[in-house]
């Protein structure tokens, strides 16, 4: 793969396979859909989730469309909270509340051609790339315009923290001035994919790389920069963990950092290297990577790592963690 294709693989939501549903012990391969032909019918593999660690995984799809097309589930189609998960796919939301059981999901009312989903401070924000903005606040029913005067398209993110407000696009990352009451381009150089905060700390997956504000996001520096993207950033316990393309050896690279961001620790040498791995969260006493061989686990901080979950076809695990339960979606890993 040439390097200018590095940046292609983040940018495109990619597609999900279906399997019958069942439990799944550690170290567990899922076979394939033509091996899986069940009597019962129903959608499968697309999303499971382990309560346990990562000892057992379920298979949550029941009750969500079958045959969604490759695109049916966009890149930032899922949330999870106390009040449950929320998936967009296809052209509806589902809903999964917590402790749910089969059909785990309920189709609710979606926000059209909003295809995003993201946690807001009140609820759940929706959002699309020509820059249209909606909310649903917790126990609410309908959803309500909001942000109607960023004038911003090629919007790929809207991240809320205390009275800030910012939206990452392909052009850069920008933030509401309350004082101005005006919205302010406070970092130019290429797009601005997610953003995470602690203590503090902002830092935020780039072009570049991982970026980082100390000042509530009004200056930024690049703090982990291999010439490729930033691809994941995730607060664990203590700190931070990263997950960059390095040009030089054409692989993603894993890190975590205990210092506010301020320095970085590669914890990937016991990983296979990988130009497709996907996500790194924690829960727990565990870290969790998800890689193109399935999904990873380490009880010490990435030292050593077991793989607990293997891959479905070709397809790599996007993992998010509410609570003590972690998620896991398998995805195509480009080309």
């Known amino acids: 793969m040439k390097i200018h294709n590095l940046a292609f693989l983040l940018l495109f939501p990619f597609s999900f396979a279906f399997d019958q549903a069942s ?72 809903h999964s509340k917590p402790n749910s059981t089969a059909p785990f999901w309920q189709k609710e009312i979606s926000p059209d051609n909003l295809g995003s989903i993201v946690p807001g401070k009140t609820g759940m924000l929706a959002f699309n790339y020509g820059g249209q ?5 917790n126990g609410a029913t309908f959803w309500t315009p909001v942000y109607a005067d960023f004038k911003g398209k090629s919007v790929r993110t809207v991240f809320e923290i205390g009275n800030n407000v910012f939206i990452g696009c392909d052009w850069g990352l920008y933030k509401y001035d309350d004082s101005e009451k005006s919205w302010e381009r406070v970092y130019d150089g290429g797009w601005v994919m997610k953003l995470v905060e602690s203590d503090g700390v902002l830092l935020a997956t780039s072009q570049s790389g991982i970026i980082r504000s100390t000042d509530h996001g009004d200056n930024w520096v690049n703090v982990i920069s291999e010439g490729g993207v930033g691809i994941a950033i995730e607060r664990i316990k203590g700190g931070f963990a990263a997950i960059t393309c ?68 070709d397809k790599v695990f996007n993992l998010s963690v509410s609570g003590n339960v972690i998620y896991a979606i398998p995805r195509g890993v480009g080309c």
């Not at 030089?248 to 040498?269: F, M, N």
Request: net charge negative; glycine share 12%.
């Open 133 to 137: 903005f909606l909310q649903k606040a």
């Open 23 to 94: 439990e799944f012990p550690h170290s567990s391969s899922l076979p394939d859909s033509d091996q899986q032909k069940r009597d019962k019918a129903g959608a499968a593999n697309i999303i499971f989730k382990s309560t346990d660690g990562g000892q057992t995984w379920q298979d949550m799809s029941e009750g969500l469309p079958e045959n969604l097309p490759e695109d049916g589930i966009p890149r930032d189609g899922f949330l999870a909270n106390d009040h449950g998960v929320y998936l967009r796919a296809g052209n509806g939301m589902y």
């Open 246 to 313: 390095n040009t030089e050896t054409e692989t993603r690279r894993v890190r975590t950092s205990y210092d506010g961001g301020k320095t970085w620790q590669p914890i990937d040498a016991g990983l296979p290297a990988s130009l497709y791995i996907s996500s790194v969260t924690e829960v727990g006493k565990y870290m969790f990577c998800g890689h193109p061989a399935g999904i990873y686990r380490s009880p010490d901080k990435g030292k050593t790592w077991q793989l607990v979950l293997s891959a479905i076809q």
